[in-house]
Every structure is written in structure tokens, then in C-alpha cells.
């Protein structure tokens, strides 16, 4: 049996990067368990497949709309291959699945082509890919195996022309129409990339408004600018009650103020968020503490050190439930490792950026105007229009803004939206800002260059 001092089940940005920082930080000898491709859900069917698909939709929808406005010409037509472009993404994963391969041979990190199932304190048995079967013994055992769309109990949702993200992402046929069902940050970020296609999409909401965890105002200029810019209809308080084939394509039939709607689409995408992924986690084999491990609706609980109720198990990433975003896993991974070894964590993990990938792109981190309000916060709150900024201009981007709030008292800065060109890049400031206590006029000391997006900050901040 090869013993470990790590043995980690689950290689997605959570998981690979723990075993990094175990094996080069801490210097334990590590095993990475994965029965699928390495990099998990975000590199293989999540954040990279689909922000390479939206950069090469933001690209042709660029052209078409403006390539006479800019001087371009030759851009008239379809002229886009959906096989290409299906290519290029999966050129992209290979590029960046091998360097995590080298990552792992680098850092001596023995990777596991298998099924993970934890059978005990500290023995995992792994059901290689190839076949047969490996067991091995950890001072601690990682559980990192993520997460799978979710399906509702909606009547004619598991049939033949209703998609998850994961077969959306690897879509190469032609498509006139798409219905999505759910308009949180995977379905407009759908929604952008196919109706950037020319793709007549519509987007059906439950709640009251799309993107429902971000600041009110972004959610409203988002519809806004989707059913202006890119003739996406967009229905929320919409409850769906069946999906059925129809001689035109799938119907979607849902309630909208009380009243009955349906609406015909070549495909519907079911785009409700993700639960957590135990399947083979464990089995009859595994030891009783193993089999009642506590959890929660299919999650695993664990506490403040990310330990589960079993010593020297823990758990991280989408499988805890919680924010499920990649560099939370990441941050979670390498914080869980710290506590295995008695360190304090090497991160903040109170102060979690958010970001969606539409166009404009959309960015926020720390509290809202509204989150402050309903604590009792006093707050200012400062806003700066990106109609004014000159690379926005220039670039033609769409409306957006910049928007800051600061205790009312120190100025301290305590959280940041923005929609706007750039928004994912430039919102590591408030960030910055938020950890390290800086005030408006501490960030304000600071010269923006010209002309860039970042202007933009300098301008909210006065």
C-alpha cells in the first residue's frame, strides 16, 4: 500500500492547487486522484470553455455590429464556423491541461487516472481508469470532487432537445433559437455568447430579476442592454411547468404574471445552478464514521478549517456547497492544506470577488448599498459613469459604471460593483483595497494611466 502525507480525490482548480502548495510550501509527498481530465469542472466544462467561446462570439458580434463604423469591410455575412470555433476551445484546454500535467511532475505530485472512495480514516481505494485497482494511505485525505448541473423536476426535461452546460459547451450544429431556463450567471453568459452568434435566444427567470445575487442596478441595466443590444427577450417571475416537443422545436410552456406563455426554440438550455458530486465517494465498503459523515442536502459539511466531522478528512470547493467559484476553491484548498500543517491561512477569506463574463463584463466584491442598508451600515456611495471614459469611448463599449462604497466615517472601502469593459480584470483593486483597509482617499493617491478602463476607478473615487 503507498502511503502519502495528502492524498487529494478531485483535480479541479481546488485540488490541483492544494497539491502544489502541499508538495512545494510544506514539502509532503502527495497523491491527486481524477477519473475524468485534469483541471475539473472549471478547465474542462465550465469557466475556460465557455469565457474562449464568449471571447470569439464578443469578436464576430464586435465586427458585424461595427465593422462599417470602424472601417472594416468584408464583414457582411455568417461568417463564423461553429466546429472551428469548437476546435479552438479544445485546443485551449489542451494547451492548459498540459501545463498542469507539468505542474504535477514538477512538484513529484503522483496523479491517479481513477475513482476515488474513501474506506477509512486515511485509506482511499482507487478504481483505476484503465483498470484494477489501487490502494492507498493518507495522514489526510482532500475530498475536491466539485460539482454537476443541477435538474429540476420540471415534466419533459430529461428528453432529447433539453441541454445542461455541459453538452452546451461542446455545441457545433446550427441553432435559429435557444430557451434558458435560469438567468443566473451561467445562463447570461450562455445567453451572451449565442446571441453574439445572431442566435434568437430567450431567457426565463424565476425570480425577479436575472443575476439575482449582484447589485440591483447591474441586473437592470444587464436586461436592459441584453433585449437592446442583443434582442434577448428576458422573462422573470416566470415559473416553467413543462417542456414538450412541438412541430417547430421544443416548447417551453411557463407562467408569467398568472398567465400561461409558451415559447418555441430549436433548444432549451436548463441552466438552474450545480449540486455537489459525491457518486463513488463512498460505498458498503466504507467504514461506518465514513458512511455517516455529516452533511447537509447532499453537501459536505465541514468547519472553520475546512475539516469534515471525520479527523483528517476535509472537503473543499463546490462539494461544500457555499460560493461556487473556482478561485474560492483554490483559496479554500490552500487554507484547509495550512491548517493540516498548524499555519494560519494564507488568505482572506472573507473578501470574495464575483464576476460574470457578458458583455459589458460584470464585476463585484465586498457588500452592496443594499447589503449595507439592511445591515445598518452607514455608507457613502460614489459613482462614476463609463460613458465618459475615453478608452470605453473609443473601444465602443456599451453604457456601464463604476460604483464604490465606503464606511461613511473612516472612508474605508467596503465594497465595489462594476459593469464595464475590463470589470473581471480591474476588480482585484477593491479587493486589494478591502483586505488591506484602505480608505477612498488612499486608493485616490494613486495615478491611473491614460487612456485605459482603469481611469474609471480614479474617476468614482473623487
Given at each position: 500500500?503507498?502511503?502519502?502525507d495528502?492524498i487529494i480525490?478531485g483535480?479541479?482548480?481546488?485540488?490541483?492547487?492544494?497539491a502544489?502548495?502541499?508538495?512545494?510550501?510544506?514539502?509532503?509527498?502527495?497523491?491527486l486522484?481524477?477519473?475524468r481530465?485534469?483541471?475539473?469542472t472549471?478547465?474542462?466544462r465550465?469557466?475556460?470553455p465557455t469565457?474562449?467561446?464568449?471571447?470569439?462570439?464578443?469578436l464576430?458580434h464586435?465586427?458585424?455590429?461595427?465593422?462599417e463604423e470602424?472601417?472594416?469591410?468584408?464583414?457582411?455575412?455568417?461568417?463564423?464556423d461553429?466546429?472551428?470555433?469548437?476546435?479552438?476551445?479544445?485546443?485551449?484546454?489542451?494547451?492548459?491541461?498540459?501545463?498542469?500535467?507539468?505542474?504535477?511532475?514538477s512538484?513529484?505530485?503522483?496523479?491517479?487516472?481513477?475513482?476515488?472512495?474513501?474506506?477509512?480514516?486515511?485509506?482511499?481505494?482507487?478504481?483505476l481508469?484503465?483498470?484494477?485497482?489501487?490502494?492507498?494511505?493518507g495522514?489526510?485525505?482532500?475530498?475536491?470532487t466539485g460539482?454537476?448541473p443541477?435538474?429540476?423536476?420540471i415534466p419533459?426535461?430529461?428528453?432529447?432537445?433539453?441541454?445542461?452546460?455541459?453538452?452546451?459547451l461542446?455545441?457545433?450544429?446550427?441553432?435559429?433559437?435557444l430557451l434558458?431556463?435560469?438567468g443566473?450567471?451561467?445562463?447570461c453568459?450562455?445567453?451572451?455568447?449565442?446571441?453574439?452568434?445572431?442566435?434568437?435566444?430567450t431567457i426565463v427567470?424565476?425570480?425577479?430579476r436575472?443575476?439575482a445575487?449582484?447589485?440591483?442596478?447591474?441586473?437592470?441595466?444587464?436586461?436592459?442592454?441584453?433585449k437592446?443590444?442583443?434582442g434577448?427577450d428576458?422573462h422573470?417571475?416566470?415559473?416553467v411547468?413543462?417542456?414538450?416537443?412541438?412541430?417547430?422545436?421544443?416548447?417551453?410552456?411557463?407562467?408569467?404574471?398568472?398567465k400561461?406563455?409558451?415559447?418555441?426554440?430549436?433548444?432549451i438550455?436548463?441552466?438552474?445552478?450545480?449540486?455537489?458530486y459525491?457518486?463513488?465517494?463512498?460505498?458498503?465498503?466504507?467504514?461506518?464514521e465514513?458512511r455517516?459523515?455529516?452533511?447537509e442536502?447532499g453537501?459536505?459539511?465541514?468547519?472553520?478549517?475546512?475539516?469534515t466531522?471525520?479527523?483528517?478528512?476535509y472537503?473543499?470547493?463546490?462539494?461544500?456547497?457555499?460560493?461556487?467559484?473556482?478561485?474560492?476553491?483554490?483559496?479554500?484548498?490552500?487554507?484547509?492544506?495550512?491548517a493540516?500543517?498548524?499555519?494560519?491561512?494564507?488568505?482572506d477569506m472573507?473578501t470574495?470577488?464575483?464576476?460574470?463574463?457578458?458583455?459589458?463584463?460584470?464585476a463585484?466584491?465586498?457588500?452592496?448599498?443594499?447589503?449595507?442598508?439592511a445591515q445598518?451600515i452607514?455608507?457613502?456611495?460614489?459613482?462614476y459613469?463609463?460613458?465618459?471614459?475615453?478608452?470605453?469611448?473609443?473601444?465602443?463599449?456599451?453604457?456601464?459604471f463604476?460604483?464604490?462604497?465606503a464606511?461613511a466615517?473612516s472612508?474605508?472601502?467596503?465594497?465595489?460593483?462594476?459593469m464595464?469593459?475590463r470589470?473581471?480584470?480591474?476588480?482585484?483593486?477593491?479587493?486589494?483595497?478591502i483586505?488591506s483597509?484602505?480608505?477612498l482617499?488612499?486608493?485616490?493617491?494613486?495615478?491611473?494611466p491614460h487612456?485605459?478602463?482603469?481611469e474609471?476607478?480614479?474617476?468614482?473615487l473623487?
Amino acid at each position: 500500500m503507498e502511503k502519502y502525507d495528502l492524498i487529494i480525490i478531485g483535480a479541479g482548480p481546488g485540488g490541483y492547487e492544494a497539491a502544489i502548495d502541499a508538495a512545494k510550501t510544506y514539502k509532503m509527498k502527495v497523491a491527486l486522484i481524477e477519473n475524468r481530465q485534469l483541471g475539473g469542472t472549471c478547465l474542462n466544462r465550465g469557466c475556460i470553455p465557455t469565457k474562449t467561446l464568449l471571447h470569439t462570439a464578443a469578436l464576430y458580434h464586435e465586427v458585424k455590429a461595427h465593422g462599417e463604423e470602424l472601417g472594416l469591410t468584408g464583414t457582411d455575412g455568417d461568417g463564423f464556423d461553429l466546429e472551428k470555433i469548437q476546435e479552438r476551445k479544445n485546443a485551449v484546454l489542451d494547451q492548459l491541461r498540459g501545463g498542469i500535467a507539468m505542474l504535477m511532475k514538477s512538484n513529484k505530485i503522483t496523479v491517479y487516472n481513477g475513482t476515488g472512495t474513501v474506506l477509512d480514516r486515511g485509506r482511499v481505494r482507487v478504481e483505476l481508469t484503465e483498470g484494477g485497482t489501487e490502494e492507498l494511505e493518507g495522514s489526510n485525505i482532500m475530498i475536491a470532487t466539485g460539482s454537476v448541473p443541477s435538474l429540476p423536476p420540471i415534466p419533459g426535461a430529461d428528453q432529447d432537445g433539453v441541454v445542461t452546460s455541459d453538452q452546451m459547451l461542446d455545441w457545433s450544429r446550427p441553432l435559429n433559437s435557444l430557451l434558458i431556463v435560469g438567468g443566473g450567471v451561467i445562463g447570461c453568459e450562455f445567453a451572451s455568447v449565442f446571441s453574439s452568434l445572431g442566435v434568437k435566444v430567450t431567457i426565463v427567470e424565476a425570480l425577479d430579476r436575472i443575476i439575482a445575487n449582484m447589485d440591483k442596478e447591474i441586473g437592470q441595466n444587464l436586461k436592459m442592454l441584453m433585449k437592446r443590444v442583443k434582442g434577448i427577450d428576458v422573462h422573470t417571475k416566470s415559473t416553467v411547468t413543462e417542456i414538450r416537443k412541438g412541430e417547430d422545436g421544443m416548447v417551453c410552456c411557463f407562467t408569467e404574471k398568472d398567465k400561461p406563455v409558451e415559447v418555441t426554440a430549436d433548444l432549451i438550455l436548463i441552466s438552474i445552478g450545480r449540486r455537489a458530486y459525491t457518486e463513488g465517494l463512498f460505498s458498503e465498503e466504507s467504514s461506518e464514521e465514513i458512511r455517516t459523515m455529516k452533511m447537509e442536502k447532499g453537501r459536505i459539511l465541514v468547519d472553520s478549517h475546512f475539516q469534515t466531522s471525520v479527523p483528517g478528512i476535509y472537503a473543499i470547493g463546490d462539494v461544500i456547497g457555499g460560493i461556487q467559484l473556482a478561485h474560492v476553491a483554490t483559496a479554500e484548498g490552500r487554507s484547509a492544506v495550512a491548517a493540516m500543517n498548524g499555519a494560519e491561512p494564507p488568505v482572506d477569506m472573507n473578501t470574495i470577488p464575483s464576476c460574470i463574463y457578458t458583455n459589458p463584463e460584470i464585476a463585484s466584491v465586498g457588500i452592496s448599498a443594499e447589503h449595507a442598508k439592511a445591515q445598518g451600515i452607514e455608507i457613502v456611495s460614489q459613482k462614476y459613469p463609463m460613458g465618459g471614459n475615453g478608452k470605453s469611448i473609443l473601444s465602443l463599449q456599451e453604457r456601464g459604471f463604476i460604483k464604490v462604497i465606503a464606511d461613511a466615517g473612516s472612508h474605508k472601502i467596503l465594497g465595489a460593483q462594476m459593469m464595464c469593459a475590463r470589470a473581471t480584470d480591474m476588480i482585484s483593486q477593491f479587493s486589494q483595497a478591502i483586505v488591506s483597509g484602505l480608505t477612498l482617499e488612499d486608493m485616490a493617491k494613486t495615478i491611473y494611466p491614460h487612456p485605459t478602463f482603469s481611469e474609471g476607478i480614479g474617476e468614482a473615487l473623487k
